[in-house]
């Protein structure tokens, strides 16, 4: 399958709520990167049926697993930038897989190798 961009953690969440800028990148294959899911399940406070939803959608994307390549290129970002764990992980899985990310945290901006496409939601 053909991956057109990464969806940072914080579009999924635009997706489960039904937050309508989302709604043109719905069109398009996306990827996620492994810690997205650990992001979204890990979250405190989830009903039994929020938490289903949520499992199906990460069913439905494509999931970039862990890797040595991602592994040094994470370790570069959080060197270079100062960005969290999970942050520096998604950013490196875009960067290894020559892919764009979709995010609207303010935070990756910064980050010079990324492909990035900023949402200001």
Known sequence: MRIDFIADTNILIYVHEGN?????????NFGISFI???????????????ED???QLVK?????????DL??????????YVVKLPDAIIAATAIVHELPLVTADKGLVKIEELDLIFLDV
């Open 71 to 80: 592994k040094e290129q994470a370790i570069l970002l959080r060197k270079k």
């Open 36 to 50: 997205t899911e650990i992001e979204l399940l890990g979250f405190g406070g989830l009903t039994n049926v929020e």
């Open 53 to 55: 939803k949520l499992r």
């Open 20 to 28: 309508k800028l989302i709604e043109p990148f719905l069109k398009y």
């Open 60 to 68: 439905d994307c494509h999931e970039l697993g862990w890797n040595n």
